[in-house]
């Protein structure tokens, strides 16, 4: 049985607008919160209790989320962990087989590249990591005369042409004399960019009918292969 000046001393605790989460605190005692709730029906709390109790309830919820965040970041970090190690072996394969580049290379450029052009390979992209792959990869897969590249930085109206030029310049390891003169979408004149970090797209043209051809028909044979 708790002993009476318990009683007494979370009734004081109450009257001054104590939560029964701080009274069991404060009296260092686990003490039931049915057991604090009889002990305390009668009495009459100060005005400013349930603004408190708001403000403890918005913190609790605002704690909640973040640890609901937490958790379903440290969820997602193990589950790409577990694609990534269910996949190495055929991260490595790519890794060391150029067949398997030039396939990859072909994809992407069925996909980001151009459909008509003939004579060069033209291919645009506003994402560096996928320029980047793509210049990379073609390096990579074939014996490249880097005088025949040529870029077109493609951007909004209030954009810093020459950062971005020297953005783009520094990622696709392309002369800044080999760019052409930068296209500027006569849609967003008069708008502010919401992205200021945005660096506008990155159109890449390499003179080789040989390999755009080749490239093209690896894509349409694989299509092919799919029915």
Known sequence: MLPVFLRRQAQQLRQRGKTYSEIKTLLRVDIPKSTLSYWCRNIILPKSYHAKVRRLNELSFVKAREISSKNRKEKREIFLKDLDLKNKRLL???????????????????????????????????????????????????????QKFRCTVQCRADQDIKKAERFWAQTTKISPKQFYKARIDKRTFGQISKKQDYKGGCRIDYFSSVIDLELKRIAQQMLKSFG
């Not at 060391?96 to 060069?120: D, F, H």
């Not at 990869?137 to 490249?144: A, T």
Request: glycine residues 8%.
């Open 92 to 146: 490595n394969f790519f890794a060391c087989n150029g067949y398997s580049r030039k396939i990859v290379l072909a994809v992407l450029y069925l996909a980001e590249g151009s459909k008509t052009a003939r004579g060069s390979l033209m291919f645009g992209n506003s994402d560096r990591a996928i320029v980047l792959m793509f210049v990379n990869l073609l390096r990579e897969c074939y014996k490249i005369d880097e």
